[in-house]
């Protein structure tokens, strides 16, 4: 999955699109209807809330976390299929927004929104030159691929630093930024199971709490940071529960798509998240 040049940085393109460019209509059957792919906010929400209230709540609390205001030119890394960038832009007032992806798939699906405030570039941030500044920067879910398994924690905390580096200048030193990122907590990198990140995430390595201190020590400063991995446990039982509705239905064809690989890597990751092995840091940054 991954050659020299891409092992300096982290997960290769080859790696991201095993995972992410496995169909847009395979997702679109158990995520909800934003294709928001990432850990969603329940904290005072009413027992029955739906998935996709959650999700939205996840995403106005990082656009109030980068104080996301009118007028603003925001920049979200791993962008995903476009729903941060949609809120930004029709509920915050954000003047325009780019997203960061290495997708095909979610490139081409935000391409065909038609939207011109928002746009998405395929690339890998350590590839990308904006032309203009930020005002702020959001990061939901993409941080997990950043470093590879085979390097050491120097060399990972060095592509971290290298992440947060870019985020200043591309915010001129002034803007905030918002990180949501898996991170191991009661577990080391060893003890990871080879099934998720061989044929699941290939090429991925998650953070610690430390490496993220460590690696943003100097360049921003941590206002916030909270672990809500239980919101995650939930989101992958509730993801879990859609895809095997979806085969009941017949709406997904086990024999064509991956449904049974990706039902038994929700419900673990959902195990790992109950057990603190996992956790899911959502991080508030502020200039220094
Ligand atoms: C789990 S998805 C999350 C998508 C979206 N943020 C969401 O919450 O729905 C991870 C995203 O990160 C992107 N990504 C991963 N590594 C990246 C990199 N080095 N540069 C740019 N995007 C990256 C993937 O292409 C994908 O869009």
Redesign the pocket.
């Known amino acids: 999955m991954s050659d020299a040049a891409d092992i300096e940085?982290?997960?290769s393109a080859a790696a991201?699109r095993h995972?992410?460019d496995v169909g847009n209509a395979f997702y679109r059957e158990w995520?909800d209807p934003s294709?928001?792919?990432?850990?969603a906010m329940w904290e005072g929400l009413p027992e029955d809330a739906s998935l996709e209230e959650a999700?939205h709540q996840?995403h106005l609390f990082h656009a109030r976390s980068i104080h996301a205001a009118a007028g603003m030119r925001v920049l979200?890394?791993?962008?995903?299929?476009g729903?941060?960038m949609r809120t930004l832009l029709d509920d915050c007032g954000v003047a325009e927004c780019v997203?960061?992806?290495?997708?095909e798939e979610?490139h081409a699906h935000i391409g065909h929104l038609g939207r011109p405030d928002m746009q998405a570039v395929l690339?890998?941030?350590?590839d990308?030159r904006p032309d203009r500044p930020f005002d702020g920067i959001?990061?939901?879910?993409?941080?997990?691929?950043?470093a590879h398994p085979r390097q050491t924690v120097e060399e990972r905390r060095h592509v971290y630093r290298e992440f947060f580096s870019a985020c200043r200048d591309w915010t001129e030193g002034k803007g905030r930024l918002s990180l949501?990122t898996i991170a191991y907590a009661n577990m080391t990198p060893d003890q990871a199971n080879p099934f998720i990140t061989g044929e699941i995430f290939p090429d991925a390595e998650l953070p610690t709490i430390e490496d993220i201190v460590v690696a943003s020590r100097g360049l921003f400063r941590i206002e916030r940071l909270r672990d809500d991995g239980l919101d995650y446990a939930r989101t992958c039982e509730e993801w879990s529960r859609r895809l095997r509705r979806a085969v009941r239905d017949g709406r997904i064809d086990p024999a064509r798509e991956p449904a049974e690989k990706y039902s038994r890597y929700l419900r673990m990751s959902a195990a790992g998240f109950r057990m603190h092995k996992i956790g899911l840091l959502r991080i508030a940054f502020s200039p220094k």
């Open positions: 940085f982290g997960g991201i995972h992410y995520l294709m928001a792919y990432s850990c999700q996840k979200d890394v791993g962008c995903g299929w729903e941060m997203g960061l992806t290495m997708s979610q690339t890998n941030w350590r990308y959001i990061s939901i879910g993409a941080f997990e691929h950043f949501q």
